[in-house]
């Protein structure tokens, strides 16, 4: 605005770990009854592990915390430098776009690709990064994907020709991928459950939308002063420090206890698995982004053979899991995570409703924030500047948000916050769907900006402290690389289909009629709308009974 293969086998001896609350268990397959905790109503449980370097997750590094609180801060901001660089570029592409489009000679129908295909890319390579991590390190992962990040930001602006532009973002999100996953490995292996990781993990999220919202502002006076290249230029040298901090402040991983070898590079990541879901998610999100020329698009011959395809390796990389762990081996995303314990009867459901809520508030967040920047320039012709200008709401909700989440997380049931916050956040497309062009900012606009990301924001923190207990500190890198996977691939998925409901919702759709685009923003706002809804109903009913999250254990 915002990672997992569990193997807990037979025998050897016991390690327990405590966890809050009841219904986020940890997700390994044998497990004794749970010890009530009198005092806030968690759950002691003794899991059966094997007593290997392999299995055993290593709590060394979530223990005792940072030594000091000027440590603990740099891990932070360290932590969260990339995301918040990240987010700066994407707030300045979303209100430079139409400039950018213009210069590279990008045509309208290829307008979102820059943003889409970024989300695409860092989508299919989340999963390996963060199995990459677990096994190599997540600093060493975290700090040579900065550096490529960094190096492809220098070549957007480089670029001469959409397509040139097309294809460094798309390196960008490959580089983005390595720091998401990694970025939450080390604030969980950096601070202990409690009030300090609570904190940083808003912060963390708290860097996305402030990123975001200094990025439209820099990207409006800079399209209207020297040029949007300068803007690629500025975050490329100011990544330099951050580099440096987080090479120096960022501790080596405690998880990694044996040295790397290629027996465990082949043995210890789920390679085929890693294949097979990467070429799924990349052939769907392409079927979709062709969907932006209208339903026709996808029945041509060659984008439909791609969607059959992504349809083939998805059932292929279900089989492929289930198999391997029926087998006791390495499963990129187990499907035990998926079923309930009978000391956890609502896992699979609490679960389950993070990931698909995660998948469209991502959509619709992303989706509103592009599609009302086009507002404000296509419809009300705005400049670059006055558009940058009414996105300034965001900057203080989002983080207010993040920030507050962090505060009251361990205080408030987080069914509450999720359901409570996907209310105000759904007035947002309302009031864009409904709003007259003529009428002033602060009748609709205003609100709208102010609420769209107050949702995506609490989720990103409270998804992080539910996906974080549930696993074991050795795979928190790859249950990281879920998490934004399905986020990522929630955005370009989003954007995709929000494009093919522009492009139908008026005659014109993607001309310059101006009623035409009117209708299909319209229409797209209430795309988004609906959606807003689904998401409502869909944390009520699979977050009930979560409890709270993120209290401390002792």
Known sequence: MSRTSVQLSLPSTFHHTIISPPPTANSG????????????????????MPQTAENVPNNEGTRSGPRSKGMAAVIIIAASSMVFMNSVLNGMLTVGLPSIARDTNLPDSLMLWPASVFGLTCG??????GSIGDLIGSRTVYLTGSLLLAAFTLACGLARTGIQLIMFRAIS????SMCLPTAVSIITTSFPTGRGRNIAFGCLGAAQPVGFSIGISLGGVLVDTIGWRYG?????????????????GIPKDPRKTAPVTRQRLVSEIDWVGNVLISASLGMFSYSFATMSGGIKSLIRPGNLVVLILSVLFLVAFIYWVIRQESLNRIALIPPSLFRST???????RNFSAVCISVFF???????????????FQKVQHLSSLETSVRFVPMIVSGALANIITGLVVGRIRADILCVGTAVVSAIA????????????????????????????????TISNLVITSIFPPKTHG??????????????????????????????VGLGHDEYALLKGYRATYWTLFGGSVIIVVLTWWGLRRIGKVGLKTE
């Open 29 to 48: 397959r044998l497990e004794a009854p749970a010890l009530a905790d009198s005092e806030n109503g968690s759950q002691m449980e003794f899991v059966q």
């Open 124 to 129: 299919c390579t989340l999963l390996l990064s």
């Open 173 to 176: 999100g490959i580089a983005i």
């Open 232 to 248: 690629f230029y500025i975050v490329t040298c100011a990544t330099a420090p951050f580099f440096l901090l987080a090479l120096w």
């Open 342 to 348: 009978q000391s956890s009867p609502n896992r699979a």
């Open 361 to 375: 508030t991502w959509a619709i967040f992303n989706g509103h924030q592009y599609f009302t920047t086009l507002y």
């Open 429 to 460: 497309p309302l009031l864009m769907a409904v709003a007259d062009p003529s009428w002033s900012y602060w009748t609709a606009a205003f609100i709208a900006t102010g609420a769209i990301p107050i949702l995506a924001d609490t989720l990103f």
């Open 478 to 507: 790859l249950a990281g690389g879920v998490f934004n996977t399905i986020s990522q691939i929630g955005m370009s998925v989003g954007l995709a289909d929000e494009r093919r409901q522009l492009a139908s919702g008026g005659k």
